[in-house]
Each structure stands twice: as structure tokens, then as C-alpha cells.
T-cell receptor, first 112, second 114 residues
Framework: DGGITQSPKYLFRKEGQNVTLSCEQN?????MYWYRQDPGQGLRLIYY???????QKGDIAEGYSVSREKKESFPLTVTSAQKNPTAFYLC???????????FGNGTRLTVT | QKEVEQNSGPLSVPEGAIASLNCTYS??????FFWYRQYSGKSPELIMF????GDKEDGRFTAQLNKASQYVSLLIRDSQPSDSATYLC??????????????FGKGTSLLVTP
């Protein structure tokens, strides 16, 4: 079955540590996205990539980094510079403008 | 002004009633509109999408779009307790600086009571 796989489902880290969230898709979509969701909030765009080896900052990119070395993969690193990293992180992909985004199951990150 | 606005709710409706969820957007250049359902602790799942003015029906769900008023709504007929969730409105703006990303509202919490 085609879909988006995010791992791990839950992640716990100590403050000051970098952590990488995995996102893999087998939908053959060119575009991939990372969103962050805080309790009672909508989704806010962190980074997006429309093609391999290219990515752009979204609305809240500070403290995050990404790479897009393969079409299928778009990992997100939450660095120690991110001031409030505890959140629900969602990866999505899409195949064209105007088309719906498909979401992975999310990674819930807790930093203490 | 927020780009995509929704009433946070909660909206409470009795089982079997029609639930009406509303969303307004600020950019007149917005082209496509999506409704996602999100259960607590889960990721969003697509319910409906609409591109043209008017109504679009899919089973118990109807999406309504009025571009002149910058307004999109979702009607859920014969509401069931399983429809209790947060409903996210999302909008695609082709000339934004976010590529093909969608802009999301904060969501409306719907509670269907037996």
C-alpha cells in the first residue's frame, strides 16, 4: 500500500540535544512538507521541498533543518536552537498544485 | 488578519442532526479548499475538497464555497458520535511564498451527542 511513514511515533529527548525525525513516502510525490501542531492549534509549516536537493523555509523554520537527498525521504532535524520543540510533527506529501496533501501518522516529540 | 479562520468551538449537535462548520479566508487569490478531520492524537485525514463556487456532495458531507464572500463551509448530515473530531479547513494560495503548501485554520471541535 502507498503511504507516508513517520518514525518514531513517540520521541523523548533532553534539552540541548538534536533529534532527527524520519519521513518516507512511496507515493512517488515530488513535494514533501513538515508541519508542526501544538495543542489547540492548527498546522504550521516548517519546511517544504518541491524537488530533490531543493527545499525552502516555511513560516517557522528557525531551529529546524531538513535534507532532501532522495525523492522518497525528507528527514527533519530539531536542533537545540529550537526554543520550544515539544509538539506533534506531521510530514505530508503532494503531487501537484491544488491537490490534497497526504499525511503520515505523526511523531510526538517531548523535550524535557 | 489571520489567513484562514475557524471558530474553535466546541460545536455540539445531537445525533442525527446537521452539523455546519464554517471557515473564512483572507486571500482572494486562493484557489482550492480542503476539509480535514483529525481525531485526538491522530493525523489529519482528507474529508472533502472543492475548487469551484457552489456545493459539492459526497455521502453525508457537503462542501460549500463562496469565493465572493471568501467563505467555505462543511455540512455533515445525519451526524454520528463517530463524527466527533476536530475539523481543519485548509486553503491553497498559488502565489504564496510557501510553494504548494496548504494554510490551515486552527480547527473547529465537533461533539455529536447520542
Amino acid at each position: 500500500d502507498g503511504g507516508i511513514t513517520q518514525s518514531p511515533k513517540y520521541l523523548f529527548r533532553k534539552e540541548g540535544q538534536n533529534v532527527t525525525l524520519s519521513c518516507e513516502q512511496n507515493l512517488n510525490h515530488d513535494a514533501m512538507y513538515w508541519y508542526r501542531q501544538d495543542p489547540g492549534q492548527g498546522l504550521r509549516l516548517i519546511y517544504y521541498s518541491q524537488i530533490v536537493n531543493d527545499f525552502q523555509k516555511g513560516d517557522i523554520a528557525e531551529g529546524y533543518s531538513v535534507s532532501r537527498e532522495k525523492k522518497e525521504s525528507f528527514p527533519l532535524t530539531v536542533t537545540s536552537a529550537q526554543k520550544n520543540p515539544t509538539a506533534f510533527y506531521l510530514c505530508a506529501s503532494g503531487d501537484s498544485p491544488n491537490s490534497p496533501l497526504h499525511f503520515g501518522n505523526g511523531t510526538r516529540l517531548t523535550v524535557t | 488578519q489571520k489567513e484562514v479562520e475557524q471558530n474553535s468551538g466546541p460545536l455540539s449537535v445531537p445525533e442525527g442532526a446537521i452539523a455546519s462548520l464554517n471557515c473564512t479566508y483572507s486571500d482572494r487569490g486562493s484557489q482550492s479548499f480542503f476539509w480535514y478531520r483529525q481525531y485526538s492524537g491522530k493525523s489529519p485525514e482528507l474529508i472533502m475538497f472543492i475548487y469551484s463556487n457552489g456545493d459539492k456532495e459526497d455521502g453525508r458531507f457537503t462542501a460549500q464555497l463562496n469565493k465572493a464572500s471568501q467563505y467555505v463551509s462543511l455540512l455533515i448530515r445525519d451526524s454520528q458520535p463517530s463524527d466527533s473530531a476536530t475539523y481543519l479547513c485548509a486553503v491553497f494560495r498559488p502565489n504564496s511564498n510557501s510553494g504548494y503548501a496548504l494554510n490551515f485554520g486552527k480547527g473547529t471541535s465537533l461533539l455529536v451527542t447520542p
